[in-house]
Nanobody, 112 residues
Framework: VHLVESGGGLVQTGGSMRLSCVGSGFSVNPYDISWYRQAAGKEREWLGTITANGDGLMYEPSVEERFRISRDNVRETVFLQMVGLQFEDTAVYYC??????WGQGTQVTVSS
């Protein structure tokens, strides 16, 4: 049982990217899901959280104008939509559910 993130890759400055998060061996539907990122040499940073029913959203202020979290409970997937990407957004991105181990994350690299 773990989370699987996907959708990362290389994007140019100013570009957009959508990351996905699914459960391996379980459904994410009953869980509040948070997104985090960790840049090289830095601590893991919380980005935002969506509640299980999708009605509650919270964001770290520095990203709330560019990042959007959503979920599709039919597809059992949580998304992180990012726009206006900057070099400083380069990091490994993770999703997290309570009491579920961290996954491998997905690398996002923003180039000029």
């Amino acid at each position: 049982v773990h989370l699987v993130e996907s959708g990362g890759g290389l994007v140019q400055t100013g570009g957009s990217m959508r990351l996905s998060c699914v459960g391996s061996g379980f459904s994410v539907n009953p869980y509040d899901i948070s997104w985090y990122r960790q840049a090289a040499g830095k601590e893991r940073e919380w980005l935002g959280t969506i509640t299980a029913n999708g009605d509650g959203l919270m964001y770290e202020p520095s990203v709330e104008e560019r990042f959007r979290i959503s979920r599709d409970n039919v597809r059992e997937t949580v998304f992180l939509q990012m726009v206006g990407l900057q070099f400083e957004d380069t990091a490994v991105y993770y999703c997290k559910a309570r009491d579920v181990p961290w996954g491998q994350g997905t690398q996002v690299t923003v180039s000029s």
